[in-house]
């Protein structure tokens, strides 16, 4: 079973439109997974140009996963703090 993935972007600095650079299936071959950590790679669309594609790697720690694997199931609005992802890193 493919999962589906989407990815959006948008400025930091100012308000502005989130871009949904990546809406797909996240298959096996994008995963990569180690004793240290997992990594993620997918091709996504260019923020600025529509000719233009940009391979994303994140690697996530052991660490990490267990942080968000580790979410606090009291808040049942969990879900939505989280948002679309556009600010992440906030």
Do not use: C, W
């Not at 950590?37 to 267990?66: G, P």
């Amino acid at each position: 079973m493919a999962l589906r993935m989407k990815i959006s972007v948008r400025p930091a600095k100012r308000d502005g439109e989130a871009k949904v650079i990546f809406d797909g299936p996240l298959d096996r071959e994008h995963i990569a997974i180690s004793s240290e950590d997992v990594t993620l790679t997918f091709v996504a669309r260019d923020i600025y140009s529509t000719a233009s594609n940009q391979r994303y790697t994140i690697q996530l720690s052991v660490d990490e996963l267990a942080t968000i694997l580790d979410v606090d199931d009291d808040s049942e609005d969990g879900a939505s703090e989280a948002g679309d992802g556009a600010n992440a890193a906030e």
